[in-house]
């Protein structure tokens, strides 16, 4: 059986806008405009998504998937290399990234038979860990700005005994991969105890029996923590070397903005 | 007879101008000068935390740039004005220079507690734990781990109190003195350069407008803007 919500049901999904939008105004925090914008916006653009996964889910898998794969990739480089826009060739280096472990999670999915090459199974999966790859990239380049400019004396120190670059980066990549993977081995610990993962949700609503939603949902939080694991890790070791130069020297985020955009 | 231990020639960077000088064997040079004179770009020159624009620089009488940058900074080691440990304990901080070159040992460490006067014990306590003085001698053991023959000293005891630079100004002649070790240091203080200083350069505006021994220096200055400067001092 199929369930659906009716539409007037969706329109009372207001009162739920309303209750942020009461204490933004109470409290003065101005996120009114904000609280609009977004409920507004994430509406459209998800009945948006909606048509045109209908249309896609009703092309043939060969056509309909590379060209979902490659809308959803792109706009994930795009929105990632926005965090680290100072580090020059930081939309291909993500670009690249993205592609790669999109390409070998998929590889492994359909090989071990986890699930079919059907649109409707390879785009939502995929979705998941693009997004969440996306994020994790972001992250780590947020805070590997971050542990360069706050630990300059450190680096320096490093450098100045003899460390390579690779040496003296160590402990800043080290807390930079820290910070970014540890939300992620959070959720897997307390997945099912805290809250039911969305495509668990989603699925059993959907009328699925709970045992087959949650071997689903093993399958994507697998995947999620690797690709994510791998995003940072991969993220981090490219873009660590724009903080020094050839003689071995600390440079500064500045110095790396003007020479990505020469 | 030998050839100096480091030559610049003609150097010029950022604010520094046609900077030329000899520096010998165990020399003790002070660099000293208005703040931003071009000190401590001077400074990391030495072991290349920083390289010139123009001109050169001679190490033993080969031109810098031929030496593996690992292998010359751990020969020409730097103490920072802040201590900038890393986290760890004091043990981390010691081997981190001799573990990148597979020389460390536990005997050099309590060598090297001895040197800056700190007990034995010291070695298993977490940075987190020291004092600010404390924490600038386990920076100068950390740099001396790496057994240097050059050590540069950008402003040391500027973060110190009183009590505390006399205590680490003693025990670094002292161990200048052990050691043979060739120095330049960077410092606000007069006093500071004459005790630990034999020769001494002085910049202003990134030009050198007076080099010699120290104490003629800063009891006969030759120029107006040495004069000038030893009289706001």
Sequence with gaps: MERDIPTYSLFLLLVFVMIPLTISYYYSLGLKKDIIWSTLRGTAQLFFIGLVLTYLFDLRPIVGIPIMLSVMITV???????????????????????????????????????????PDEVIPMSGMVIGNSMVAMGLALERLKNEFEQNRGQLIAALSLGATPKQAAHLSIKKTLNAALIPNIDQLKTIGLVQLPGMMTGLILGGVAPIVAIKYQLVISISIFSSVSISAIFISMIMYRFFFNQQMQLLKLEDIKKSAND | MTSPLFQFNQVERLILSNVSFNLNEEDRLVIFGPSGSGKSTLLHLFNRMDDPETGDILFRGEPISQFSIPELR?????VLQQPYLFQGTVEDNLRFGPDLFQEWDEQLAYRLLDYVNLPNDFISKSVDELSGGEQQRVSLARTLANKPDVLLLDEPTSALDDQNIAAIEDDLIDLIEKRHLTVVLVTHSMDQAKRVGTKGLYLEEGKIIEHGPIEELLEEPDTPELQAFLNRS
């Design chain 1, 76 to 118: 994930a480089t795009f929105h990632a290399r926005k965090k680290g826009k100072e580090f020059p060739r930081a939309f291909i280096s993500i670009l690249f990234g993205l592609v790669i472990i999109e390409l070998t999670v998929l590889t492994m999915w359909l090989s071990f038979g986890m699930i079919s090459f059907s």
């Design chain 2, 74 to 78: 751990k020969q020409v080691g730097l």
